[in-house]
């Protein structure tokens, strides 16, 4: 039996990030990364399809109001009272309502209601380079890979609160793997269009 005393803490708390470093597809050549991009979602769409929504609302919220929580103390998201905002990550099949109540996120699950008063739809890679401040949400807009549909004062409010989102707020280990990512989603894109001339 491993005595964990004699492990010093930092030690264990960087490790996922020493792994990811070691691990990361970067180091790989640019066709098994692009290759890599492009199963994931085909590899994780059939599982994320069987994980019952209570689960993915215990994951999503908490990281919502980490994500958001300067803005809920703020009052920023008052716009969403009464009102529900759709979000779809369209290569994943991954659909939420949320909104906002008694100062605070609330979700619904998009398969039980059609109603919503606006809707945000992406594929996760660029949700995820949104996220890692890789890709601006405007120039996504512009090129149709963010569609934004419904009602258009809200989806830019909503629009301009994704602005603002601060990847520090994130709780570190979550904050590191979107970062990972990110760069690894811009970088392999990046050496494709490079490969492409």
Not at 129 to 134: C, D, E, S, V, W
Request: one cysteine or more; hydrophobic letters at 45%; proline letters at 5%.
């Amino acid at each position: 039996m491993i005595n964990q005393t004699s492990i010093p803490q930092s030690s264990l708390t960087s490790l996922p990030t020493t792994l990811l470093s070691k691990l990361s597809l970067l180091n790989f050549p640019l066709n098994v990364r692009a290759k890599a991009i492009n199963w994931a979602p085909k590899v994780l769409r059939p599982a994320l399809s069987l994980l019952p929504f209570s689960i993915q609302k215990k994951a999503m919220l908490p990281a919502l109001h980490s994500v958001f929580k300067e803005a809920i103390n703020e009052g920023d998201f008052e716009f969403l009272q009464n009102k529900w905002l759709k979000i779809s990550i369209t290569d994943l099949n991954l659909h939420w309502l949320i909104s906002f109540a008694d100062n605070q996120l609330i979700m619904a699950d998009a398969k039980m209601s059609d109603k919503y008063d606006v809707s945000f739809s992406a594929t996760g890679d660029d949700l995820v380079l949104i996220a890692g401040r890789k890709q601006d949400p405007d120039t996504l807009f512009f090129q149709r890979r963010l569609k934004i549909e419904g009602d258009t004062e809200l989806g830019l409010e909503v629009k301009n609160l994704i602005d603002a989102i601060e990847l520090d707020q994130l709780p570190s280990i979550m904050h590191k793997w979107v970062d990972s990512c990110a760069n690894l989603l811009q970088q392999t894109r990046d050496d494709i269009s490079k490969a492409a001339k």
